[in-house]
């Protein structure tokens, strides 16, 4: 295996599992869901970082790219995502004319709307990105700096009482710190060798979890909340920041070490799961649950509980992953950023 496909499918599982993590999290209030909100999102700026390069394209062309991989996809895959809604609205005898008008209307403008709100973001954060690579000439110093200022703004920002902005630019300035050190990740040899393969390899894992652990409790301890990125919560930023990181770099060295196929195939055909498993898949299968009378009592045990989360989330990847199947084998594949050729490869990699 060479070290480009080594890299890819590294990034490829740590993407299958933040997948996973997010869908768990969207099940239901847990442990693990307290757990993974403490890097999850993180972690997918993370590795938007790992796959970006700005040195190939000029900037015509690397905006192009963008609109087909991000802005194409957030358009198609959130077309269906406002019809299930109004179905769910005119179901429920919701039929104000004017509620529909705001559901579009927050579409468009994109302040924090169902899950995609991160793809909004990243959309203007690898442009920003880009802006600033080619402004320092890839001076990693020079955009450590300026990634740490942004981020500063950014924290400053919501400690003052900021409002989510439109399409979510306010989440560049938290979103750039994660984005810029998976960025120097893939770009600097000698980090990669720090992680992956010095001698220990198998205790920084247990190390990392356990610094994630701890951080993460501390945050909540210290300033009641933790890490809510689409809330904008950043609890006691230090901590927060250091759970985050703690929590990515003991994903990335398990997803180097392991590889496991279906988990691998989620992140590396992540949009389609990302973007419709809370707002289309977890709401029929809750109906569905309903009509068979499965998992409707109250008050039931941790293990009924974990039980169904673990029966809902296998549920939504069988379904998900035959949809991804029909859309990445048709001409629908342009609605996760794929060129609609018969001998195209091109493939949305930040997510």
Same mark, same amino acid.
């Given at each position: ?35 993974? #909100?403490? @890097? ?5 700026? @993370? ?6 390069? /700005? ?6 062309? @690397? ?56 793809? /909004? ?31 500063? /703004? ?62 993460? /409790? ?70 569905? #649950? ?43 594949? @342009? ?17």
């Amino acid at each position: 295996m060479s070290k480009e496909q080594a890299r890819i499918t590294w990034i490829d599982m740590a993407k299958g599992y933040g997948i996973l993590f997010v869908i768990i999290g969207h099940l239901g209030d847990s442990f693990l869901r307290n757990e993974f #909100y403490t @890097f999850h999102m993180p972690l997918f700026f @993370f590795l938007s970082g790992c796959v970006f390069s /700005a040195s190939k394209y000029n900037f015509k062309e @690397f905006l192009l790219r963008k609109i087909q991989t991000i802005l194409i996809p957030y358009i198609t895959l959130g077309i269906p995502m406002i019809l299930y809604t109004f179905w769910e609205m005119y179901s429920n005898y919701q039929r104000n004319t004017s509620d529909y008008i705001n559901v579009i209307k927050s579409f468009i403008i994109q302040e924090r709307m169902w899950t995609l709100w991160f793809i /909004a973001c990243l959309f203007f954060l690898e442009v920003l990105f880009y802006l600033l690579v080619k402004l320092v000439k890839d001076n990693y110093i020079k955009l450590g700096l300026i990634t740490v200022i942004l981020t500063v /703004a950014g924290l400053i920002y919501y400690k003052v009482g900021g409002i989510p902005l439109p399409w979510n630019i306010d989440v560049c300035l938290t979103g750039i710190s994660f984005f810029y050190v998976g960025y120097l990740l893939k770009n600097i040899q000698k980090l990669q060798e720090i992680l992956f393969k010095n001698k220990l390899r198998i205790v920084n894992p247990i190390l990392f979890f356990v610094l994630n652990l701890v951080c993460g /409790a501390e945050t909540v301890r210290i300033s009641g909340s933790g890490l809510e990125m689409f809330e904008s919560r950043y609890g006691f930023a230090p901590l927060t920041f250091l759970a985050a990181f703690a929590g990515i770099f003991f994903v990335i060295i398990f997803s180097y070490s392991v590889d496991i196929k279906p988990i691998r195939y989620i992140g590396k055909n992540s949009l389609v799961y990302y973007a419709w498993h809370q707002t289309i898949l977890i709401p029929i299968i809750e109906k569905v #649950y309903k009509e068979l009378h499965i998992f409707q009592f109250m008050g039931f045990s941790k293990t009924r509980y974990y039980i169904k989360m673990g029966t809902s989330l296998i549920i939504i990847c069988i379904i998900l992953t035959i949809v991804d199947l029909v859309i990445r084998h048709t001409k629908l594949k @342009f609605m996760v950023g794929q060129k609609v050729s018969i001998k195209s490869k091109e493939s949305f990699q930040e997510l």
